[in-house]
């Protein structure tokens, strides 16, 4: 293990000696555990807490409780319109920061089955890591948390901070509870800094930590003709071309340059910062072989950004389907009388759905007011700035832990319902994804790499000393 950067600013080097100290020995016993742990976490696996059996999610809150409190925390299952919440809490040093990290403890349905090497729950070990559904998705990953809580009241009294812990029993169907729970809750959950750890680490192998994610609207736009659909040559040219009226309306919304369009949606959109720019292109990300990789003589628009900024720092409109008309064999000179355009945009940060569904509205009722938009589904995004003071203790703590600088990821490009804890508890967030790139989670033989989860374990026990350390 490399010594840490001490980068000037907490303590002196004897303060600094006393706490690499201390953690070699949480260290030491972590890997002293590791059997216990594996079985401990084969033991939770082995309970199919699928998402929409409640029986099973019942017991595995139950578990879950008898397991957290064992470990010294204060603990409570609590019910939510859908499956129960484990929140567990222990604070005991009221001058010191809190850390909350959340997790879930739902998974999703094994299906298909018979794709999987050993039972989904029955976990097995082979080739330094345990395969099972959940292992890395998400048992694994907030386990090692729960263990680097252990293993740091193991070799202290107490932990060097405070430390909430709010595991989600129905994150694989969208945590539709989540946001009105943590609402409801603000001052139990009061606390510094949220932390999570779920996904992969970064595509090159690479740690790295997760400043935010973009946020989402999806939905379908359609256009009706006449009441049925017509023969093109007695018809065509009078009666109105839904599939030509959404084709002009789409073609209004982006440009063949990759600038979207549509008015107002993108006003709001900042520029990434200097620190976000530097981050977004130390990632690694190789422009031919991402061609090679899909297949494709050249990347969307536009050319001149690097592939991290375009997938974190920008908005984009994607046309999920375009439906109407004939599809079939040979050919059907007729004129259809209904399309569809399935459509998602990714909001960045700055943005809201509100905005962005007004700007989507406004542009519509303007272009072609005889479209119809249906809303689908939306998400806020979400970002904690790379220079958030916490920044630099989180990067840190696994830096020790890992023996290696992590990378700063400024967003992701998918949506993850993060702006629960930016915007309505309002405070930081970070990503801190603990498994293996090939997890294959959500798909047979889901698995977490043995090493993966132990480094998990003591990057867990690292953060909440650093945090420790942020009087
Ligand atoms: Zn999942």
Same mark, same amino acid.
């Given at each position: 293990?490399? /010594?840490?950067? =001490? &980068?000037?600013?907490? #303590?002196?080097?004897? +303060?600094? $000696? !006393?706490?690499?100290?201390?953690?070699?020995?949480?260290?030491?016993?972590?890997?002293?555990?590791?059997?216990?742990?594996?079985?401990?976490?084969?033991?939770?696996?082995?309970?199919?807490?699928?998402?929409?059996?409640?029986?099973?999610?019942?017991?595995?809150?139950?578990?879950?409780?008898?397991?957290?409190?064992?470990?010294?925390?204060?603990?409570?299952?609590?019910?939510?319109?859908?499956?129960?919440?484990?929140?567990?809490?222990?604070?005991?040093?009221?001058?010191?920061?809190?850390?909350?990290?959340?997790?879930?403890?739902?998974?999703?349905?094994?299906?298909?089955?018979?794709?999987?090497?050993?039972?989904?729950?029955?976990? /097995?070990?082979? =080739? &330094?890591?345990?395969? #099972?559904?959940?292992? +890395?998705? $998400? !048992?694994?990953?907030?386990?090692?948390?729960?263990?680097?809580?252990?293993?740091?009241?193991?070799?202290?009294?107490?932990?060097?901070?405070?430390?909430?812990?709010?595991?989600?029993?129905?994150?694989?169907?969208?945590?539709?509870?989540?946001?009105?729970?943590?609402?409801?809750?603000?001052?139990?959950?009061?606390?510094?800094?949220?932390?999570?750890?779920?996904?992969?680490?970064?595509?090159?192998?690479?740690?790295?930590?997760?400043?935010?994610?973009?946020?989402?609207?999806?939905?379908d736009l359609r256009a009706s003709?006449?009441?049925?659909?017509?023969?093109?040559?007695?018809?065509?040219?009078?009666?109105?071309?839904?599939?030509?009226?959404?084709?002009?309306?789409?073609?209004?919304?982006?440009?063949?340059?990759?600038?979207?369009?549509?008015?107002?949606?993108?006003?709001?959109?900042?520029?990434?910062?200097?620190?976000?720019?530097?981050?977004?292109?130390?990632?690694?990300?190789?422009?031919?072989?991402?061609?090679?990789?899909?297949?494709?003589?050249?990347?969307?628009?536009?050319?001149?950004?690097?592939?991290?900024?375009?997938?974190?720092?920008?908005?984009?409109?994607t046309i999920n389907g375009l439906?109407?008309?004939?599809?079939?064999?040979?050919?059907?000179?007729?004129?259809?009388?209904?399309a569809v355009a399935k459509c998602?945009?990714?909001?960045?940060?700055?943005?809201?759905?509100?905005?962005?569904?007004?700007?989507?509205?406004?542009?519509?009722?303007?272009?072609?007011?005889?479209?119809?938009?249906?809303?689908?589904?939306?998400?806020?995004?979400?970002?904690?700035?790379?220079?958030?003071?916490?920044?630099?203790?989180?990067?840190?703590?696994?830096?020790?832990?890992?023996?290696?600088?992590?990378?700063?990821?400024?967003?992701?490009?998918?949506?993850?319902?993060?702006?629960?804890?930016?915007?309505?508890?309002?405070?930081?967030?970070?990503?801190?994804?603990?498994?293996?790139?090939?997890?294959?989670?959500?798909?047979?033989?889901?698995?977490?790499?043995?090493?993966?989860?132990?480094?998990?374990?003591?990057?867990?026990?690292?953060?909440?000393?650093?945090?420790?350390?942020?009087?």
């Amino acid at each position: 293990m490399r /010594a840490a950067d =001490d &980068g000037g600013g907490t #303590g002196s080097a004897g +303060a600094q $000696n !006393k706490r690499e100290g201390g953690l070699g020995r949480v260290f030491d016993y972590i890997e002293a555990h590791r059997d216990d742990s594996l079985r401990r976490l084969a033991d939770y696996v082995a309970r199919p807490s699928i998402s929409d059996r409640a029986t099973e999610v019942a017991a595995t809150a139950g578990y879950l409780k008898e397991v957290i409190s064992k470990i010294g925390m204060d603990v409570e299952v609590i019910s939510t319109a859908g499956n129960p919440v484990v929140v567990a809490e222990r604070r005991r040093r009221p001058e010191r920061p809190t850390v909350l990290i959340y997790g879930h403890y739902d998974v999703q349905p094994p299906d298909p089955i018979e794709r999987w090497t050993t039972p989904p729950f029955e976990p /097995a070990v082979r =080739d &330094g890591r345990i395969f #099972g559904r959940g292992t +890395a998705d $998400n !048992k694994g990953q907030h386990l090692a948390h729960l263990l680097g809580i252990e293993a740091l009241l193991a070799c202290d009294q107490e932990l060097p901070c405070n430390v909430v812990v709010l595991l989600d029993g129905e994150e694989e169907a969208g945590s539709p509870n989540l946001a009105g729970f943590v609402a409801e809750n603000r001052e139990r959950l009061a606390c510094d800094l949220v932390v999570w750890s779920d996904g992969p680490v970064h595509s090159s192998g690479r740690s790295c930590v997760l400043f935010g994610v973009r946020g989402m609207i999806a939905f379908d736009l359609r256009a009706s003709g006449a009441n049925r659909t017509l023969h093109s040559g007695n018809w065509g040219g009078v009666a109105p071309n839904p599939l030509w009226t959404l084709v002009h309306l789409l073609a209004s919304m982006k440009s063949s340059s990759g600038a979207i369009t549509i008015d107002g949606l993108s006003d709001d959109v900042v520029a990434p910062t200097q620190a976000e720019r530097a981050a977004l292109e130390a990632l690694p990300g190789d422009i031919e072989a991402t061609k090679r990789d899909l297949g494709v003589g050249h990347l969307d628009e536009p050319a001149e950004r690097g592939l991290a900024e375009r997938l974190a720092a920008w908005p984009t409109f994607t046309i999920n389907g375009l439906h109407g008309g004939y599809g079939g064999a040979g050919s059907q000179t007729s004129l259809p009388h209904e399309a569809v355009a399935k459509c998602d945009i990714r909001l960045v940060e700055a943005q809201s759905t509100a905005g962005a569904w007004a700007a989507i509205e406004a542009h519509v009722g303007r272009v072609a007011p005889e479209v119809e938009l249906i809303r689908r589904g939306a998400m806020e995004p979400s970002k904690t700035p790379l220079e958030h003071p916490l920044a630099r203790p989180v990067a840190k703590a696994v830096a020790v832990a890992q023996g290696r600088e992590p990378l700063l990821v400024p967003a992701l490009g998918g949506s993850l319902p993060d702006y629960v804890w930016t915007k309505v508890l309002g405070v930081p967030s970070f990503g801190i994804p603990f498994a293996n790139v090939d997890e294959a989670n959500h798909a047979p033989d889901e698995n977490l790499d043995l090493e993966h989860f132990f480094l998990g374990v003591k990057t867990a026990a690292s953060l909440l000393a650093h945090i420790g350390d942020e009087r």
